[in-house]
């Protein structure tokens, strides 16, 4: 690793050591250092950013890297509802927040918006985006119908290692039940492994991406009773896709669909 990439880390890893009560919006003078991020499995492979035909590879490598790196503090900005739908990226309060250039600082505003989660406007700069209730709406039946067909073809495919992985994020989900950001986040980390235990590059991508837009819907408080209903509905589809039963595994994840889970803001 050389020593930029690895400084940047350095400062990133810093950040998770702090007070939780920093955890808040950036502002343009508010300082990052000392926020507690959680973070949810994504990995949307975005690189088609273009570089001066004049910079050397290792230059390149360099910038490819601190580009990753404020992608991925951006992203988490993001999930964990830091920066709201509509908050405004600031090219040069990024770089000098994270100590980078503002090259990297804008090869991931343009990855982002590549991803769907922020919008660039001509003469006015770049913006978390907003999801429309429609567009929510159609996410959610994009998530649940490619969770349904990773169920069936993992219920062919799976492990005794991959169900016990599933097993521990089902442990997560019963131990969150009493707090619906906890929930909401274990419950991604759930359907996330399960869609990517079905070992479908493809159906892996489009799933992140899809679950990374829907995030920035407008929804509401999930009571405690659905929250209890989630738990048991994954319970459900965990224990279908040991017994290797494909057609009842994605008829408990359609389910979610058809109970209306993900209109509500703690669900996934």
Known sequence: MDRTRADAQRRLAGWSGGDADAAEEPHADRDLKGVRVA????????RSASHSSA???????????LTDLVRDEIERCIADGRLAPGAKLVESEWAARLQVSRGPVREAFRALEQ???????KHR???????????????????????????????????????????????AMRS??????????????????????????????????????????????????????????????????ASRDADEAAARMR??????????????
């Open 39 to 46: 973070t949810v499995t994504r990995d949307v492979d975005l």
């Open 55 to 65: 910079a050397t590879p290792l230059a390149l490598v360099r910038e490819r890297s």
């Open 115 to 121: 991803a769907g989660l922020v919008r660039n406007e």
């Open 125 to 171: 700069g770049a913006y978390v985006r907003s999801v429309s209730d429609t567009e929510a709406g159609e996410l959610a039946l994009l998530c649940s119908a490619l969770e349904e067909a990773a169920c069936r073809r993992l219920a062919a495919r799976i492990d005794a290692a991959q169900v016990a992985m599933l097993r521990d994020r089902l442990d």
């Open 176 to 241: 969150a039940l009493a707090d619906g950001a906890a929930f909401a986040l274990a419950c991604e980390a759930f359907r996330d492994t399960l869609v990517e235990a079905a070992g479908n590059g493809k159906l892996l991508e489009a799933h992140r991406r899809a679950v990374n837009e829907w995030r920035l819907s407008p929804r509401l408080p999930q009571p405690d009773a659905m929250r209890q209903a989630t738990y048991a509905r994954h319970r459900a589809v965990l224990n279908a896709l």
């Open 255 to 268: 389910a979610q669909e058809t109970s209306g889970e993900r209109d509500d803001a703690d669900a996934c």
